[in-house]
């Protein structure tokens, strides 16, 4: 297309996985790394000279995470086993505040442990990817039947719905909101409708035999 462009904004970064924009144009990422190799956390960019490239950098947070999301001036990070978060101070790239816990004990067994998250309200909606490839009686072999019905479906493979507003929660506190979503990557919701949008990795049927 004419006029199209792009420029390097960062580069060697690690496993970078998803992005949230702030409305002054900073830039966090999310990145999966693991402990120890320097890549894992939060990383967060600002552009002060207005040339898309930026010439602040932060880094913060555990390492491990899939998702970070802006919400009610809270910066939230999906880590496998839980959702955190921390108070944005106006002005300042990195926050200055603790790090607060908003739900634990989120299921990490088997395939699909990275949490995808977005919001609806004060609602919070966190992705639990299923824990077999698809169901099937044994994992990932050719012509094995699945399941019917798939016992994961009570605690995995779908949509699960907590307080946006409460810390401290765990599983116990969320509610199913939606079922048979093999591994729902991308949540996004549609500012003018309120509609959620799921990207959804592979296999959508978990019920199959």
């Known amino acids: 297309t004419s006029g199209f462009c792009a420029v390097t904004v960062a580069s060697n970064l690690g496993p970078v996985r998803q992005l949230v ?69 106006p002005g300042k790239l990195e926050p200055d505040t603790a790090m607060e816990t908003v739900a634990s004990g989120l299921p990490v067994g088997g395939d699909h442990i990275a949490k995808s998250i977005a919001f609806l309200g004060d609602t919070m909606i966190v992705n639990f990817g299923s824990a077999t490839n698809s169901c099937q009686q044994v994992d990932r072999k050719p012509a094995s039947p699945g399941n019917d019905p798939c016992p994961e479906l009570e605690q995995r493979a779908g949509l699960w719905a907590f307080s946006a507003t409460r810390t401290d929660q765990t599983v116990t506190d969320g509610r199913r909101w939606a079922t048979g979503l093999r591994n729902s990557t991308a949540l996004a919701v549609d500012p003018a409708t309120h509609l959620l949008y799921v990207g959804t990795h592979g296999i959508d049927q978990l019920s199959q035999s």
């Open 21 to 89: 924009v702030a409305p002054n144009g900073d830039l966090y990422a999310a990145v999966s790394g693991k402990t120890g190799d320097g890549t894992g956390g939060v990383l967060a960019f600002r552009d002060t000279s207005g040339d898309g490239r930026p010439d602040q950098r932060a880094s913060f947070g555990p390492a491990g995470g899939n998702d970070v999301k802006l919400y009610a001036g809270y910066l939230y990070f999906a880590l496998p086993d839980r959702i955190v978060r921390w108070k944005l101070t």
